[in-house]
């Protein structure tokens, strides 16, 4: 038996991107992961140590990660070997 969500319309348009749709989810995918882990890693960095304010910690982890995302956002992906 089928789950029902396997025929949905919202499936069967994912299927329609093509393969660069797919790529485009899974770097979304990719880069939501990542963010995830960093953020949750510098929070229990922060409750362990307590070093700097947690917005001062929160500013850090935005000002590492946005201008790669602002770039990759624009269209400026950086080739990768």
Known sequence: MRHPSNSSPRRARRSRCGRGGRRARAEVAALSAALLGAA??????????????????????????EP???ERAAGRRKETP
């Open 40 to 65: 949750e890693a510098l929070g229990r960095w922060w409750l362990r140590t307590g070093a700097i304010p947690a917005a001062e910690a929160a500013q850090l982890l935005i000002a590492t990660v």
């Open 68 to 70: 790669g995302l602002r």
